[in-house]
């Protein structure tokens, strides 16, 4: 049976994230994809397209989808990139949209639920969000590429951080190398 995931984007920088996510998830797995306004707008700045996909799209106002109930089963949700904006309302329980009320179902039915998270500095109440939102059972991964692999362009560092998604999924890619230590 195909694996099926719910992508969801918020308006953070780092929609480049999303969209190389996608373009792995959607060759082989069934994905619904929740874009918020602020996301949209963000995509457009930083000139990527995430239109075109073979996913099936849902308006983020749409809260009745059926992403949104517990019944509905899935292999996991990921949140890429993750507003301190949805971050907060995860952690909290403040579910006004399809993608913070999936989220909550995730939690809830403790499946897989991964946020990119892509604010720096870090508050003190990120910090606290994170910590409350990890407790709850979702999994942070803040969008920070390591540099071992030796990148040689900006798509390699996307491809760095994808990859951890990746493997968190149980997803098999070969988007970057493993570390294999110091004298391999």
Aim: hydrophobic content about 40%; overall charge negative; some cysteine.
């Amino acid at each position: 049976m195909k694996k099926e995931y719910v992508v969801g984007v918020t308006g953070a920088s780092g929609i480049c994230y999303a969209r190389r996510l996608l373009e792995v998830l959607c060759q082989d797995a069934h994905v619904h994809l929740i874009i918020s306004e602020v996301a949209q707008e963000i995509a457009r700045h930083e000139r990527v397209d995430l239109s075109g996909f073979h996913a099936t799209y849902h308006d983020v106002g749409t809260i009745g989808a059926e992403i949104a109930s517990g019944s509905h089963r899935h292999d996991g949700m990921v949140i890429v990139p993750c507003s301190a904006k949805t971050l907060s309302a995860i952690a909290s329980g403040y579910a006004d949209n399809l993608i913070t009320r999936t989220a909550d179902v995730c939690l809830k039915e403790r499946r897989k639920c991964i946020l990119v998270t892509r604010e720096m500095p870090l508050s003190q109440v990120h910090l606290k969000n994170m910590l409350a939102a990890h407790e709850a059972g979702a999994t942070i991964m803040p969008a920070s590429p390591g540099f071992y692999h030796h990148p040689e362009k900006i798509d390699d560092l996307v491809d760095m951080v994808v990859a951890r998604v990746l493997d968190h999924l149980g997803v098999t890619h070969t988007l970057s190398e493993r570390w294999s230590g110091y004298d391999a």
